[in-house]
């Protein structure tokens, strides 16, 4: 499969093509809208959570217009950052923690986000997904954030046989050249969004089914 997935991310890519489906993802929208500032991508990760792509990336752009940096968000008043993230899921928990992780990055990390995997995930509310992203879309090294997406598209063609998003990860590190990795999410993603749904996948249009594991069970 190590040898295939060139092939693999060229079959998605065309098959989005091929049925006008070419999105970009919140995190690629930031990335490309606020030059890749690590910092933005970190707030809008946690902030995308549960949260449909276009959710996020109305409510992000409400958030940084009023609070630009991690000074201005660990000084904000608490109600203030609720009522502007209030659409999208688990707000109230979601602006404590964004506020709590500004505190931390002005005390601790001179308002830089650390750039390496380890200090990442020790920020609250920071899990693997979160923190390869913040490498990915913020710093673009080499990573490879898995969400359901990649989790259930990865199991679905046989590219992994795992129960777990952290044991998809590391399969993938092991079977992916580096080369791919930064492509792995927002390819998935977008694909697992628009074409390799959770339920009823659309089969008929995808051109991976000659090497997918789920089309050669079901059909």
């Not at 970190?42 to 009023?66: C, P, Y």
């Not at 899921?89 to 506020?99: S, T, W």
Request: aromatic content about 8%; glycine content about 6%; some cysteine.
């Amino acid at each position: 499969m190590t040898l295939e997935f060139g092939k693999i991310i060229s079959l998605m890519q065309s098959t989005l093509r091929n049925n006008n489906l070419v999105r970009a993802t919140a995190l690629k929208k930031l990335q490309t809208q606020e030059g890749g500032d690590p910092y933005k991508i970190l707030i809008g990760t946690i902030l995308s959570a549960r949260t449909r792509d276009e959710t996020t990336t109305n409510v992000i752009k409400m958030l940084f217009s009023k609070f630009k940096n991690p000074e201005e968000l660990s000084r904000a008043n608490l109600k203030e950052i609720k009522g502007l993230i209030q659409k999208i899921g688990f707000y109230n928990v979601k602006a404590a923690r964004i506020k709590e992780v500004s505190k931390i990055l002005v005390e601790k990390y001179n308002s830089k986000v650390p750039p390496n995997l380890e200090d990442l995930l020790s920020f609250p509310g920071v899990g693997r997904k979160t923190a390869n992203c913040v490498l990915v879309y913020g710093f673009r090294k080499p990573a490879i954030p898995v969400d359901v997406h990649v989790h259930r598209i990865s199991n679905r063609i046989g590219i992994v046989n795992t129960k777990k998003p952290e044991d998809t990860e590391i399969v993938l590190q092991k079977s992916i050249d580096r080369k791919y990795w930064i492509a792995v999410n927002e390819t998935f993603v977008v694909f697992g969004q628009n074409i390799c749904l959770p339920i009823k996948p659309k089969c008929n249009v995808c051109r991976l089914t000659k090497l997918c594991k789920y089309y050669e069970n079901n059909n």
